[in-house]
């Protein structure tokens, strides 16, 4: 059909550039596929530096499983020798900095580190004067560490003890190379007076996966009620008229151990709650005498410490 419109010669010179603009097309799409996304990738910024796992401490991950810790009594301090920066102090804290601080921080400070992109606002950049919602001086920064920021995922650290948060506030002035200044007469006058305040008691310190151990153990579901159909006793049968539920009845009484202390405290314990704890309405019809049988009886059954 095209014939009727151009000769061979057209013809060919036609199907020469029907090559040459598909063969063009074909290297576009290469230099797409390939290229572009190489140029693309060049300019986005560096991928953070991996943080570093402090040497010697198990559970640099997750600091909530270290290693179980003594609690210790630390006298009291004399703060002329924590408001300069000795290297003892910084030395601490630059360890204290690696083990709590780097992931939102970064190593060097400056907000961007591994955790950063998922916080909001951003953690502070201690390299600028900019944004400091407390300051910059050490008494500001002693007060940030042992209060937190409300509205931020900066926590208080008020589990460290002064000195270590001393210590901290330290190494963190030095990751700014301006003059951080001491702070007002009042402020210095204040973080002197907590510094030299009586001494600390630390507490025991337990990892989170051995404390939830022991929370299962103490808290698990006590066993029902055994109530004895064939028990002639006048506790047994009171029990058998007011407990619906001997499982329910059960977690009331391990709930408290105030009951224990006399038929009245069982009242109180059981009567607010009925019949959705495990225990009938009709103990609200209860006789003194019939309360007194069931208060012996629950004692035998639910056996503890008494209150009294």
Known sequence: MIEKY?????????????????????????FASILVP??????QPPAPMPVNPVVGE?????????????????????PKTLLAATA???????????????????EQGRGDGPAAAGTSPRPRNFTVTTSWVN???????YKTLSEGIRGSSMASFDYLSKQDRMALAHYVQSMGAFP??????????????????AGETTP???????????????????????????????GADVLRRVVSDPAGAARTLAGTAYWRSGPKELA???????????????????SAAEWQALHAELKKLAPGKDTK
């Not at 010669?9 to 290297?27: C, D, P, W, Y």
């Not at 607010?272 to 609200?284: C, D, E, I, R, V």
């Open 58 to 78: 198990p559970g640099w991950l997750d600091i909530t499983e270290f290693p179980p810790e003594r609690g210790k009594v630390i006298p009291p301090l004399d």
């Open 6 to 30: 151009v000769n061979a010669e057209e013809l060919k010179r036609l199907l020469s550039t029907l090559v040459v603009v598909i063969g063009a097309l074909m290297v576009a799409a290469l």
């Open 180 to 197: 951080h200044g001491p702070g007002s007469e009042q402020a210095q006058a204040e973080l002197s007076s907590r510094l030299a305040a």
């Open 268 to 286: 109180e314990s059981i009567l607010p709650g009925a019949p959705a704890n495990g225990f009938s309405l009709q103990a609200a019809a209860l």
């Open 88 to 106: 003892e102090l910084m030395a601490k804290g630059k360890e204290l900095f690696a083990q709590n601080c780097v992931s939102c921080h970064g």
């Open 135 to 141: 300051g910059y001086d050490l008494p500001s920064l």
């Open 38 to 43: 190489g140029l693309r990738n060049a300019n």
């Open 204 to 234: 025991n310190k337990i990892p989170v996966s051995q404390a939830m151990a022991r929370l299962r153990q103490e808290y698990s579901a006590p066993a029902p009620l055994v109530i004895n159909p064939e028990d002639p006793s006048p």
